[in-house]
């Protein structure tokens, strides 16, 4: 067993290192951690001047964590947990270690695992942006990433459990939480897990406190690879018909099941499944009430049932009218994500100019959807299908609302004169690729400092 002593004067910082505690008061220096059994000598408060022995920290088989042996004469915090004289606990990358018996007047340290290696030379590296590694729930690195399916969004299990419960509370159904798809299956996802552990073990300042991923483990349910459904259907198993039977009643509209509006439909008859809520609904033509959205041209069919008044189903989900409506029913209450190509920047210009102006944003709008009513915009950038045909009386999605709104606010910022703009705002010069500018996705200088809401005037792009 070797004794070393930590911050030994005069030892290069090598690449042995395994580990090293960092303190958080940054006056002072990491402390490398070489052998797998290395006693810390160092100070134990920012005042004192000696360096004491104070704990042993002997490294794990696995890499991904270690031991820690209280040698000091007192008790010393881990993670916030005290470990008595000569206690010993397990610490991992992240670990908070305050080598005295409570926190105030004693230095702090965050014990961090360095990447292993042979993980340097025999791994790919690949490198990610943490932010796509987030729960759209709670902002988060992922905690035991689950994956929903079809449309492959990834969440926390304990936030999109918790997503799950409310839903079922509301709905017969569970809409992804990031782009409202009906989730059909929900499974833990491994291969991101292990991306959501090399995150953190490289950045320890993104992982949260213990508190935090004790509430989210305590609302985590989703235990295995690949549920089905949500947990009322399954409970609901146990009474109810064998699968194939089940799975034909699923697919089952309300009018399959009753004469409603004196309409029922055929045996096998022909339908459309609804692009929000994943139910059935009849295909009929020359109906009054549209089946698609005129926008994007997926079905939707919160009109439909609205017309017959069905505002439930019975084994099929059904969406309300709020869901699909004529634009002109529409309200907007701020500006949509998608405006200004997401640019947040450029979306508080567009409301600094609107407040500016004594207005409000459904003001604005509603200006801008008579123009569009009367022709007096240019559709030839409309970011929906059929523009030429779209009046506020055409029945549309909600993203297609969203996208919309966000069209005519460009019109309204690029045709607002510059001594309306903020002066800061004035002076900035146009971004050669206007709208069409990637870079301002992820630079945030670049999106700050540069106009964005112009035509490009580089690259093939139409003026
Ligand atoms: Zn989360
Ligand atoms: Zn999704
Ligand atoms: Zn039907
Ligand atoms: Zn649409
Ligand atoms: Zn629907
Ligand atoms: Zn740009």
């Given at each position: 067993?070797?004794?070393?002593?930590?911050?030994?004067?005069?030892?290069?910082?090598?690449?042995?290192?395994?580990?090293?505690?960092?303190?958080?008061?940054?006056?002072?220096?990491?402390?490398?951690?070489?052998?797998?059994?290395?006693?810390?000598?160092?100070?134990?408060?920012?005042?004192?001047?000696?360096?004491?022995?104070?704990?042993?920290?002997?490294?794990?088989?696995?890499?991904?964590?270690?031991?820690?042996?209280?040698?000091?004469?007192?008790?010393?915090?881990?993670?916030?947990?005290?470990?008595?004289?000569?206690?010993?606990?397990?610490?991992r990358c992240g670990s908070e270690i305050v080598p005295g018996p409570h926190g105030q007047g004693y230095l702090q340290y965050r014990f961090t695992i360095m990447p292993a290696p042979e993980s340097r030379?025999?791994?790919?590296?690949?490198?990610?942006?943490?932010?796509?590694?987030?729960?759209?729930?709670?902002?988060?690195?992922?905690?035991?990433?689950?994956?929903?399916?079809?449309?492959?969004?990834?969440?926390?299990?304990?936030?999109?459990?918790?997503?799950?419960?409310?839903?079922?509370?509301?709905?017969?159904?569970?809409?992804?939480?990031?782009?409202?798809?009906?989730?059909?299956?929900?499974?833990?996802?491994?291969?991101?897990?292990?991306?959501?552990?090399?995150?953190?073990?490289?950045?320890?300042?993104?992982?949260?406190?213990?508190?935090?991923?004790?509430?989210?483990?305590?609302?985590?349910?989703?235990?295995?690879?690949?549920?089905?459904g949500s947990k009322r259907k399954r409970r609901s198993n146990i009474l109810s018909p064998p699968l194939e039977e089940r799975e034909r009643l699923r697919l089952q509209c309300p009018q399959c099941v009753?004469?409603?509006?004196?309409?029922?439909?055929?045996?096998?008859?022909?339908?459309?499944?609804?692009?929000?809520?994943?139910?059935?609904?009849?295909?009929?033509?020359?109906?009054?009430?549209?089946?698609?959205?005129?926008?994007?041209?997926?079905?939707?069919?919160?009109?439909?049932?609205?017309?017959?008044?069905?505002?439930?189903?019975?084994?099929?989900?059904?969406?309300?009218?709020?869901?699909?409506?004529?634009?002109?029913?529409?309200?907007?209450?701020?500006?949509?994500?998608?405006?200004?190509?997401?640019?947040?920047?450029?979306?508080?210009?567009?409301?600094?100019?609107?407040?500016?102006?004594?207005?409000?944003?459904?003001?604005?709008?509603?200006?801008?959807?008579?123009?569009?009513?009367?022709?007096?915009?240019?559709?030839?950038?409309?970011?929906?299908?059929?523009?030429?045909?779209?009046?506020?009386?055409?029945?549309?999605?909600?993203?297609?609302?969203?996208?919309?709104?966000?069209?005519?606010?460009?019109?309204?910022?690029?045709?607002?004169?510059?001594?309306?703009?903020?002066?800061?705002?004035?002076?900035?010069?146009?971004?050669?690729?206007?709208?069409?500018?990637?870079?301002?996705?992820?630079?945030?200088?670049?999106?700050?400092?540069?106009?964005?809401?112009?035509?490009?005037?580089?690259?093939?792009?139409?003026?």
């Amino acid at each position: 067993m070797t004794a070393e002593t930590g911050q030994s004067s005069g030892s290069k910082p090598s690449d042995d290192a395994w580990a090293k505690l960092v303190p958080l008061d940054t006056k002072f220096s990491d402390i490398e951690i070489r052998s797998n059994d290395f006693v810390i000598c160092s100070e134990i408060k920012p005042s004192s001047l000696e360096r004491l022995e104070w704990c042993r920290i002997t490294k794990n088989l696995g890499h991904a964590s270690a031991t820690i042996h209280n040698k000091s004469s007192d008790a010393i915090l881990v993670d916030e947990a005290v470990i008595p004289k000569d206690g010993v606990v397990d610490i991992r990358c992240g670990s908070e270690i305050v080598p005295g018996p409570h926190g105030q007047g004693y230095l702090q340290y965050r014990f961090t695992i360095m990447p292993a290696p042979e993980s340097r030379t025999q791994l790919l590296k690949i490198s990610i942006d943490p932010e796509n590694a987030k729960c759209s729930i709670c902002l988060n690195i992922w905690h035991d990433v689950v994956t929903a399916a079809p449309c492959l969004h990834n969440f926390c299990n304990g936030c999109f459990s918790e997503w799950m419960r409310r839903s079922e509370e509301k709905h017969r159904h569970v809409l992804c939480p990031q782009c409202r798809t009906a989730v059909q299956y929900v499974g833990k996802n491994h291969f991101l897990k292990n991306i959501q552990e090399d995150i953190l073990n490289v950045d320890a300042t993104l992982r949260r406190p213990a508190e935090d991923i004790a509430v989210l483990d305590s609302s985590a349910s989703i235990q295995s690879n690949l549920i089905i459904g949500s947990k009322r259907k399954r409970r609901s198993n146990i009474l109810s018909p064998p699968l194939e039977e089940r799975e034909r009643l699923r697919l089952q509209c309300p009018q399959c099941v009753a004469n409603i509006g004196s309409y029922r439909c055929e045996h096998h008859g022909a339908h459309l499944q609804c692009h929000l809520c994943a139910g059935m609904m009849p295909f009929r033509a020359n109906l009054q009430v549209p089946l698609h959205c005129m926008g994007c041209d997926r079905p939707f069919c919160g009109a439909y049932w609205s017309s017959v008044n069905v505002t439930q189903g019975v084994s099929s989900p059904v969406c309300s009218r709020e869901t699909f409506k004529p634009i002109a029913e529409r309200t907007v209450t701020r500006i949509p994500f998608v405006t200004h190509e997401m640019n947040r920047h450029e979306q508080d210009i567009t409301q600094r100019c609107i407040v500016q102006m004594g207005k409000t944003v459904p003001d604005v709008v509603a200006e801008w959807f008579t123009r569009f009513n009367n022709r007096e915009i240019d559709r030839s950038r409309m970011p929906l299908n059929h523009a030429e045909m779209i009046t506020t009386s055409t029945h549309v999605c909600n993203d297609c609302y969203d996208k919309l709104v966000g069209f005519l606010l460009y019109w309204f910022r690029i045709t607002l004169p510059s001594s309306r703009l903020p002066d800061d705002v004035a002076a900035r010069e146009d971004c050669w690729y206007g709208y069409m500018c990637r870079t301002q996705h992820h630079n945030e200088e670049h999106a700050r400092k540069r106009n964005h809401v112009c035509r490009p005037t580089r690259g093939n792009h139409p003026l």
